[in-house]
């Protein structure tokens, strides 16, 4: 099988971003964007998808943290993407439900090269630590647009922000885990379009 892989750098001049993705991995992680608690989140993200996943992301955090974890959305993405390859013999839908504690998360995905985000959850707290709870919105719906996916999250119940976030991220994975996988009952193109 051909390696799904992909990698990328972004320089701006809010951001400078490197990215490098294997779906197919075993959910190691190399994260470092300046913004502990989205580098808590990305980790768990990859521990759960199952990824291979660097970060390395310098931003204007002085500033504040949104045009790091916007940009790295953006790029996670594009490598995202990239590594999905010609998408053949894949799922292509996938969903999972996680819980964490009081909270309960829900992730639905579809590879359909149709961007669209629906997130159905409201965070208690503006701020976990020193981040913008606001920037998960920001962050999945950039990820969405550039990775070309269908993406909804719910959050069906919860009160701890912390724990509202994490399960979303580990939500999301998990629905692009199954999405991604090889079936080997799929036969080219996962459509009736024969294209995605």
Do not use: W
Not at 33 to 43: K, S
Not at 51 to 75: S, W, Y
Not at 166 to 195: C, N, Q, Y
């Amino acid at each position: 099988m051909t390696a799904r892989t992909g990698q990328i750098e972004r320089m701006t001049k809010e951001t400078q971003i490197k990215v490098e993705m294997n779906i197919d991995g075993e959910g190691n992680s190399n994260i470092e964007t300046g913004v502990p608690f989205f580098d808590h989140m990305l980790d768990a993200f990859t521990k759960h998808g199952h990824f291979d996943l660097t970060v390395d992301a310098k931003g204007d955090t002085h500033i504040d943290d949104h045009h790091t974890t916007e940009d790295v959305g953006i790029c996670l993405g594009r490598v995202f993407r990239e590594a999905l390859g010609d998408k053949k013999g894949m799922k292509r839908y996938g969903h999972a439900f996680v819980p964490m504690d009081d909270a309960l998360a829900q992730a639905v995905v579809d590879i359909s090269n149709r961007p669209y985000f629906v997130g159905n959850f409201t965070l208690p707290k503006d701020k976990v630590g020193t981040f913008d709870t606001e920037l998960v919105h920001e962050f999945l719906s950039k990820f969405t647009v550039e990775a070309r996916i269908n993406l909804h999250v719910i959050v069906h119940h919860g009160e701890n922000t912390h724990h509202i976030i994490e399960a979303i991220f580990k939500a999301v994975a998990r629905a692009l885990d199954e999405a991604t996988m090889k079936d080997d009952r799929v036969k080219g193109v996962p459509s009736t379009k024969g294209l995605l």
